[in-house]
């Protein structure tokens, strides 16, 4: 059977993914043989090449098999259902693997070693699923860093050697996700003067993990050019992030704009930080603040297909 994707530089060699799952070449073939575990693609020289979603189902399949189940069934499992079996028992380890990894993130950074830094961010990417890699990896790492830099422990070109590699992984998996996407579009951007674009990056990634199509417009964009763009596209929601607080006084009067800009059917959802320090009542109608990650994850779940 051949897979039906193309090969993409971005993908992982079955010696990599031994790696990033702890499953040997040998058991790797055995799976795929005798049970289809995953179809993976090859290469112009015909060696096996991995997506990432292939390399987080194998991790799965690993972990429930090492808690007794047995692979020719988990092999019948969609993705839904092992993510389910994996949830029955918390996996602890799963928080200390991510804590490792930044550390040694960190670690690598302090001693200027970027390639390492990368290694580390690409096994993370390829290990954990996209809400834990976010919530319990990039995003400590990233507010991590950022206190370095403010206390001098970590100079300008540290901080800005780990933002680059974070920002242009995340958007390596945002493209690849991006080319199967079949779900409605969801338009990603910040209103003016909004810097901070990790968060609103992080999430258009795991809408398109799910499916949907990110236009990832990025920071700092007036509410009639994001309207405007979102018809264009016809896209289903809009997702904005809000960081700083010190913004929020205009906010309000921002969201009113575009929400009036924009049918009803298309949804204006909000997160980040200074959501929280947002009053109920500046929030127009239409307009819906998300607690977090999971919370996105829920409502597009939530969402007729
Ligand atoms: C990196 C950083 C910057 C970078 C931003 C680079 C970039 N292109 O994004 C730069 C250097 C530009 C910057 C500038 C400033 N920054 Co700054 N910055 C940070 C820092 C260190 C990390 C932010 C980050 O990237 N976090 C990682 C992301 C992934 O986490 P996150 O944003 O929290 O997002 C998560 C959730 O909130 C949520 N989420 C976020 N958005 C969305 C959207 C949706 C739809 C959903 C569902 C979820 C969601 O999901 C994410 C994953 O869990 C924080 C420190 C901190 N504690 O956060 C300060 C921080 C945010 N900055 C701060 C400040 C004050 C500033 C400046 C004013 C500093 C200055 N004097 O110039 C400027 C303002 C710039 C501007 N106009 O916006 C303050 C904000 C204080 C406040 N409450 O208002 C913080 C908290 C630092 C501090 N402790 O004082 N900053």
């Not at 050019?225 to 809000?242: F, H, K, N």
């Amino acid at each position: 059977m051949t897979a039906s994707w193309a090969y993409d530089p971005a993908m992982y060699s079955i010696k990599a993914v031994a790696q990033a799952t702890g499953l040997t070449v040998e058991t790797l073939r055995a799976w795929e043989r005798r049970y289809g575990v995953v179809v993976p693609g090859r290469d112009s020289t015909g060696r096996r090449v991995y997506r990432p979603e292939d390399v987080l189902r194998l991790r799965r399949l690993r972990e429930a098999t090492e808690r007794g189940h047995p692979i020719g069934r988990l092999a019948t499992l969609n993705e839904d259902g092992l993510a389910d079996l994996l949830s029955e028992a918390p996996d602890r380890s799963s928080q200390a693997a991510s804590n490792a990894f930044v550390e040694r993130i960190l670690e690598s950074a302090q001693r200027f070693r970027s390639a390492d830094c990368e290694q580390a961010i690409t096994l993370a990417i390829a290990m954990l699923p996209p809400r834990s890699l976010v919530e319990e990896v990039l995003q400590p790492l990233l507010r991590e860093v950022g206190e370095r830099w403010h206390r001098g422990e970590f100079s300008i070109a540290q901080e800005r050697m780990i933002s680059s590699l974070v920002r242009r992984h995340v958007g390596l998996m945002l493209d690849s996700f991006d080319r199967n996407a079949r779900l409605p579009p969801i338009v990603f951007a910040t209103l003016p003067g909004e810097r901070h674009e990790f968060g609103l990056l992080m999430s258009a990634m795991m809408c398109a993990s799910r499916g949907h199509k990110a236009h990832y417009l990025g920071a700092d964009l007036p509410p009639d050019e994001i309207a405007r763009y979102a018809l264009e596209v016809q896209a289903a929601i809009v997702a904005l992030s809000l960081v700083l607080q010190e913004g929020l006084v205009d906010v309000p009067d921002q969201l009113r704009t575009l929400r009036s800009a924009l049918p009803e059917e298309i949804g204006v959802w909000l997160g980040g930080e200074a959501c929280r320090a947002l009053p109920k009542d500046a929030i127009p109608d239409g307009c819906i603040v998300l607690k977090d990650c999971l919370e996105l994850e829920q409502r597009l779940e939530m969402r007729p297909a």
